[in-house]
């Protein structure tokens, strides 16, 4: 997936100035990339959609690197589909002992993936956390938890032959609770496919066990196949996560993309390899920087935004500080604003001008009343710009005419620019200089 949309992404940042045409091909593509990945159809097609949409606004069109503002709008929207709206933050493991069951099919990683989250649970939230093997079917599945129990410093519950699954269950409860335990892990058999007697058995367990949490453990390379389990395994026995193992194989990574927009239920954690510590909680900022592989860009595009603001922001303090604030000044505050959607944003970002962006607002300061002065600020001479205290009521008379308004709005707009010339000065010597650079960064 990440070479297929690496190539779009290439040729668009190439770019120059985008048009729609360019960004419906290079969606085009993204869809063809999503599809290939294992992407179900009608999550690429929704992507897609919600891309374009945002795309081709203006705010895109008008931005100097076009090409890489897209790519943060899919970048975006890929953090959007792969967490959802309300991702939860961490396991519901209050009131102790806590069940957390395992379920998946055979070999996803159940037994695996247990030890690592007791590994976790135990070193860094510090639970004291007892594993139990429900798994009656597989001839030394047991032993296998015990083993890595050993291998990680984890009890685990004492074998008893001859046990059903709800048994076990039951016993590991009553354990946990006597032995003050804090979590209590069950691990369940698998089926290599699903059928009625698995589906049959984890039901029971469930109801035994009454889980705080259900980790659904799927095969992160099996693609589309591992959100229908996850769809199946919801719909039959209830979901509260889903874990993703061999996310460090070269899968397609579609899985991912799918699973929170078709299941509604949340990934949280990954699986990265068979050792103990090769489990991570989800992030979907990093999947999705590696979905693009190009996790630098995107880092790269709103760190240039930030350099960009502070640079100009920097050369105007360098004017003001001097105490010069004339009309040209003016016009390019005002421009920025225009840029900016808005005279809170700029003066919000300076210091002492809080109160006059509130009055500018009052006074109407909207889109069209920025419009209405550059214009007047357009219909002045250069030397007139330079320096407004000449404007005299004749000079006033042509440049309001020039501009098709009133006198009275120029002179509007003249107290403006003195009091912003005013406040300019005042704090360039206050700070000289240094106080009110350093509130700019
Ligand atoms: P179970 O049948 O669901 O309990 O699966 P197991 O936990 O026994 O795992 C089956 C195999 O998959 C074992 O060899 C594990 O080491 C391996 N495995 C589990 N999780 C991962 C993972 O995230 N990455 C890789 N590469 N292998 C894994
Ligand atoms: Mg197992």
């Given at each position: 997936l990440s070479d297929r949309l690496g190539g779009v992404f290439d040729?668009?940042?190439?770019?120059?100035?985008?048009?729609?045409?360019?960004?419906?091909?290079?969606?085009?593509?993204?869809?063809?990339?999503?599809?290939?990945?294992?992407?179900?159809?009608?999550?690429?097609?929704?992507?897609v959609k919600a891309v374009t949409q945002k795309a081709t606004g203006s705010a895109v069109t008008k931005s100097i690197t076009p090409g890489q503002q897209v790519v943060k709008i899919v970048h975006d929207e890929l953090i959007r589909t792969l967490q959802g709206e309300d991702a939860p933050d961490a396991l519901r493991i209050d009131n102790p002992p806590a069940p957390i069951l395992m379920v998946g099919l055979q070999g996803s990683g159940k037994t695996t993936t247990t030890a690592k989250l007791a590994l976790r649970l135990k070193e860094r939230e510090k639970k004291r956390v007892l594993m139990a093997s429900l798994d009656t079917n597989r001839p030394a599945a047991m032993e296998q938890l015990a083993i890595l129990g050993q291998q990680i410093g984890v009890d685990t519950l004492p074998i008893v032959p001859g046990q059903t699954a709800p048994q076990?269950?039951?016993?590991?409860?009553?354990?946990?609770?006597?032995g003050g335990y804090d979590v209590v892990?069950?691990?369940?058999?698998?089926?290599?496919?699903?059928?009625?007697?698995?589906?049959?058995?984890?039901?029971a367990v469930r109801d035994i066990a009454q889980p705080r949490e259900t980790l659904l453990v799927v095969d992160g390379l099996t693609g589309q196949d591992a959100v229908n389990v996850a769809t199946e395994f919801d719909g039959k026995v209830g979901i509260s996560g889903v874990v993703l193992t061999r996310m460090d194989?070269?899968?397609?990574?579609?899985?991912?993309?799918?699973?929170?927009?078709?299941?509604?239920?949340p990934i949280r954690f990954v699986g990265l390899g068979e050792k103990m510590d090769a489990l991570e909680t989800f992030d979907?900022?990093?999947v999705a920087g590696r979905i693009l592989g190009m996790g630098d860009i995107v880092a790269l595009v709103e760190k240039a935004q930030q350099v960009l603001e502070v640079e100009q922001a920097e050369r105007m303090m360098k004017r003001f500080q001097k105490g010069l604030f004339n009309m040209n000044d003016l016009k390019g505050q005002l421009e920025q604003m225009q840029k900016m959607g808005g005279m809170q944003s700029i003066m919000g970002m300076m210091p002492g001008m809080a109160k006059m962006a509130k009055q500018a607002e009052a006074a109407g300061m909207d889109d069209r009343a920025i419009a209405r002065q550059i214009a007047l600020i357009n219909s002045m001479t250069k030397k007139e710009r330079a320096n407004p205290?000449?404007?005299?009521?004749?000079?006033?008379?042509?440049?309001?005419a020039g501009a098709g308004m009133e006198v009275s709005e120029l002179n509007k707009l003249l107290k403006m620019q003195k009091q912003m010339a005013d406040t300019m000065k005042k704090l360039g010597k206050m700070g000289k200089g240094g106080m009110l650079k350093q509130a700019m960064r």
């Open positions: 040729r668009l940042t190439k770019q120059g100035a985008l048009t729609e045409d360019d960004v419906t091909a290079a969606m085009r593509e993204v869809r063809v990339a999503l599809l290939e990945a294992d992407v179900s159809l009608p999550v690429a097609r929704n992507f076990i269950a039951s016993r590991a409860k009553q354990q946990a609770a006597l892990m069950l691990d369940t058999a698998g089926r290599l496919h699903i059928d009625q007697a698995l589906m049959d058995e984890v039901q194989g070269d899968g397609r990574g579609g899985a991912a993309l799918s699973m929170r927009a078709v299941t509604g239920k979907a900022q990093r205290d000449m404007l005299q009521a004749s000079r006033k008379k042509r440049i309001a």
